[in-house]
């Protein structure tokens, strides 16, 4: 009974996070401070109320670092990444159109450097905390890693919609949504793998720094 109780409440805290910040991204849309602030209650202070309330043991090992090798394969995988999603944009920039996305960049374009630092750093390590640390390894513990792989890559893509709302064609939309599914397959392989979130962070910190490379070539156009 305790232990499905326990998969209920973390699948419920989840979902409710991915709800409400979609509707935040979607329909509310604040200013990006506004919009962190949420975020931070959502991703971090919830499940970490929770952790400490009922697992106290669990959340230490999220943030034990084993070995030099934990990081070092980590980083050569995110370096790896970096290179993959820059050069892929760059050869296949004229399929897509990047219109709405550079538009959208542009009317932000002041703190650019400001918000690419912080979704390099403290947003990958919010949505690693949540997805990978919560939803995926906690989950694993009571559900299995089946349905935690599941449930965590399912709503690490979805969680995405929102963002990326009119940004795409129907066809790229889809194909980044699988994208990001796949993604959070990784993230999680890399989180069990080595038992924390440390490793899927340092990848999930590239992915973003490539990301925030094309946005940059966006506004520079």
Known sequence: MEQKRSIFTVMAMVVFGCLVMAIVDGIIMPGYTIKSIIKLALFLALPLAYLLAK???????????QNRRSILEPLFLGLGVYALIVSGFFLGKNLVDWSSVASSLKNSRENIF???????????????FFFRGFAFLMLSRFAGSKIAY?????LFSLYHIAIMQNWFSPL????LLAGLFFSGFIFNWL????QNIYAPWIVHICSNLAINTVGLVLIME
């Not at 697992?55 to 670092?65: A, I, P, S, V, Y």
């Not at 599941?150 to 399912?154: C, K």
């Not at 790229?172 to 194909?175: P, S, T």
């Open 191 to 194: 989180s069990q793998r080595y």
């Open 55 to 65: 697992q106290k043991d669990f959340l230490g090992e999220l943030f034990r670092l």
């Open 172 to 175: 790229v939309f889809a194909l």
């Open 114 to 128: 400001a918000m690419g630092a912080y979704i390099c750093i403290i947003n990958s390590l919010l949505e690693e």
């Open 150 to 154: 599941l449930f965590s890559a399912g």
